[in-house]
């Protein structure tokens, strides 16, 4: 029987959980789904990420309320994906902060990859007719942005870390507390998703970089928060150990002459003992694997998912 597409079977809520890492540090995780954050300083919020629609954004926003009413100034954007930008409308921020190689790929592919993710994981577009138009950022970065967050409350340090998830991915740190927002360059016991990513340089200079803050909260893109550093640098190491997986296993079949379609099953039967019950790795490994063989045939550039494209992929790997 065929697999169902991506997530599209996947209808259950997940149960969210709204944690407090430090004093004015919040981190929402829910079950593998994407998570979100926020920290504050001392007049004002930043939040981190914005889900898929203003709905699913007030959902979390209700849950932040609950333990501090001040304004949202910032929304920082960790990288472009539909699924954590597109409900910032419902953030009323002040500015919207995201890498300048972001912006570009939402003017480039944002509606494409609106479209595709919709067609993904149905589950996460709730009330997706609110959702007014492509998020763009107000405010780009090439390399490092600081938002002083007064008095006591310390510093936010937005840095890219070299090309890795996307060509554009931020992560966000406060030193403060050691909390370090990595936005989906690290899972914490979630599938990774490298559809549109760039294996060889995440899985080394990147992942490097992330791990020398040497954070003792990680709050990934999905999964639960990382707390310890003994647990930080699992979360980090096993983020590794999957794109090393891919890279060896994908790059034996492209070098052996071997087809997609072999690539993706040496792929899968590596993988799946040690990551296969983790959330979303049916779904990914496609995807992952045709943009990791699109790599090795030397195509940097990412070529972008369309609807259509995810379908013809699927078909060719999972079905
Ligand atoms: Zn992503």
């Given at each position: 029987?065929?697999?169902?597409?991506a997530?599209?079977?996947?209808?259950?809520?997940?149960?969210?959980?709204l944690?407090i890492v430090?004093p004015?540090?919040?981190?929402?995780?829910?079950?593998?789904?994407?998570?979100?954050?926020a920290?504050?300083?001392?007049?004002?919020?930043?939040?981190?990420?914005?889900?898929?629609?203003?709905?699913?954004?007030r959902?979390?926003l209700?849950?932040?309320?609950?333990?501090?009413?001040?304004?949202?100034?910032?929304?920082?954007?960790?990288?472009y994906?539909a699924?954590?930008?597109l409900?910032?409308?419902?953030?009323?921020?002040?500015?919207?902060?995201a890498?300048?190689?972001?912006?570009?790929l939402?003017?480039e592919?944002?509606?494409?990859?609106?479209?595709?993710?919709f067609?993904?994981?149905?589950?996460?577009?709730k009330?997706?007719?609110?959702?007014?138009?492509?998020?763009?950022?107000?405010?780009?970065?090439?390399?490092?942005?600081?938002?002083?967050?007064?008095?006591?409350?310390?510093?936010?340090?937005?840095?890219?870390?070299?090309?890795?998830?996307?060509?554009?991915?931020?992560?966000?740190?406060?030193?403060?507390?050691?909390?370090?927002?990595?936005?989906d360059?690290?899972?914490?016991?979630?599938?990774?998703?490298?559809?549109?990513?760039?294996?060889?340089d995440?899985a080394?200079?990147?992942?490097?970089?992330?791990?020398?803050?040497?954070?003792?909260?990680?709050?990934?893109?999905?999964g639960a928060?990382?707390?310890?550093?003994?647990a930080?640098?699992?979360?980090?190491?096993?983020?590794?150990?999957f794109?090393?997986?891919?890279?060896?296993?994908?790059g034996?079949?492209?070098r052996?002459?071997?087809?997609?379609?072999?690539?993706?099953?040496?792929?899968?039967?590596a993988?799946?003992?040690?990551?296969?019950h983790?959330?979303?790795?049916?779904?990914?490994?496609?995807?992952?694997?045709?943009?990791?063989?699109?790599e090795f045939?030397?195509i940097?550039?990412?070529?972008?998912?369309?609807?259509?494209?995810?379908?013809?992929?699927?078909?060719?790997?999972?079905?």
């Amino acid at each position: 029987m065929a697999k169902p597409f991506a997530s599209s079977a996947d209808t259950a809520p997940k149960t969210e959980t709204l944690e407090i890492v430090a004093p004015g540090v919040y981190a929402l995780t829910a079950e593998g789904d994407p998570n979100v954050g926020a920290v504050e300083g001392q007049n004002f919020v930043v939040c981190i990420e914005a889900r898929a629609t203003p709905a699913a954004a007030r959902d979390w926003l209700g849950q932040l309320r609950q333990h501090t009413d001040k304004p949202i100034r910032h929304l920082v954007l960790t990288h472009y994906h539909a699924v954590r930008v597109l409900g910032a409308s419902a953030f009323n921020a002040d500015e919207i902060i995201a890498s300048d190689v972001t912006k570009a790929l939402i003017e480039e592919r944002g509606k494409e990859d609106w479209d595709s993710e919709f067609g993904r994981m149905p589950r996460l577009f709730k009330q997706a007719e609110e959702i007014p138009g492509l998020t763009m950022p107000t405010r780009t970065f090439k390399a490092r942005h600081f938002i002083d967050l007064g008095g006591e409350f310390g510093m936010l340090e937005l840095r890219f870390c070299g090309r890795g998830h996307t060509a554009g991915d931020i992560i966000v740190w406060h030193e403060k507390s050691k909390t370090l927002f990595a936005g989906d360059l690290v899972e914490a016991q979630a599938a990774l998703y490298t559809g549109d990513a760039f294996h060889m340089d995440w899985a080394s200079t990147t992942l490097d970089q992330v791990k020398a803050f040497g954070a003792e909260n990680l709050i990934g893109g999905r999964g639960a928060v990382a707390r310890g550093s003994a647990a930080v640098n699992a979360a980090i190491e096993q983020t590794r150990e999957f794109l090393n997986g891919m890279i060896e296993h994908v790059g034996h079949a492209h070098r052996s002459g071997g087809t997609l379609k072999q690539a993706f099953e040496a792929t899968h039967a590596a993988l799946a003992p040690k990551f296969g019950h983790w959330p979303i790795f049916e779904h990914c490994l496609p995807f992952n694997v045709q943009r990791l063989w699109d790599e090795f045939d030397g195509i940097d550039w990412p070529r972008i998912w369309t609807m259509d494209r995810d379908r013809e992929v699927w078909a060719q790997l999972q079905d």
